[in-house]
């Protein structure tokens, strides 16, 4: 078989301004990254805090590989279950105020894994339609009955739950910070349907987790819901806490469940333990360095009052995420190409990753951006008349 079909596809991308490419970064992950012999301030990453390149992560990373070598060994319940595994489930367990956790290879995969363990086709699932793609993939694949309810909207989850159905579970699931807008899930309506028809609800806050709260416990943790008010609490480690991977957290049935039944689980090698001994480091840091959210938050006030200054379009957003609302696919790509041509590393987000129509620069924030690169970016974004 040829594939001629599927360069044809792929031509069509390019006619659509659709097509994506890869860049090669030739430096360290962080606010100054390499690419094609530039250097750029990046204003892309999910790196919020600035501790994917932190010399204690990394050197607890190195000595783990010493003690432990590379790879796992196996899956979790074969033999690449280890200590720093358990560990850094207990960890989190204890962070998050809940019973136990469970740590997963990526947070696609705990996504997957965990509607696969606890839905089937007799169940339910209602999402946000802004969900992130892991979540609604999971939905989509469970089996379950599935619906998706208008962003962030529970009048419509309240109609879509007020409409008699025989499923035996109700699962509503929502991301926490929203991965491509960077608003926030109405959380205290989710949790008084989701309490008032008996429902479960599952928070994915893989870019809340290390930002909001306090110590940077997440949406979930601002809000002080427990694990009985929203008993599925999800998040990753590739975001604020810079290295890789995700855990659940919730009460002992649920974590046993996720452990016998999730197939994203059980058929996966475990993440390397060095990964887990340098995660334990990092949510330390991620806890103690109150600094770190306290000058992120300074930095996204400035960057939004001149950003409003300027007439930008910026999203209502408290998040790291300050997504810039261009609309056409071509534009969102050129702004994101002129300020590259400036030094500023800014992707444009284009469908089937948002809506059509609404491609989009997502800037993204570091705690380790200084307020001269925000301005540095303010200006650029006025030079290349992002607000004509
Ligand atoms: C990044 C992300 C994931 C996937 O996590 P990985 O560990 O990168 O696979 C899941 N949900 C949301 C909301 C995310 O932003």
Redesign the pocket.
Known sequence: MAFTQLSAHLVELVAQDLYRTRQIIDSAPGVHVQIAGRQLINFSSNDYLGLANHPQVKHAFKAAVDDFGVGSGAAHLVCGHHRVHHELENDLAEFTGRERAVLFS???MA?LGIMNALLTRKDCVFEDRLN?A??LDGGLASGARFKRYRHADSHDLKRLMLTPSTANTTLVVS?GVF?MDGDCAPLPQLVALTTHHQAWLMI?D??GFGVLGEQGGGLVAQHGFSQQEVPILMA?F??ALGTF??FVAGSDALIETIIQRARSYIYTTALPPALAAATRVSLQLMINDSWRRQKLQALIAHFRQGAEQLGLSVAPSQSAIQPIMIGSNQRAVELSAALREQGFWVSAIRPPTVPTNTARLRVTFSALHELAEVEALLAALDNCRVNA
């Open positions: 990526t947070g696609f996504n992130h892991s979540l991301d991965s994915d893989a870019h990753t590739g975001k991977g995700a």
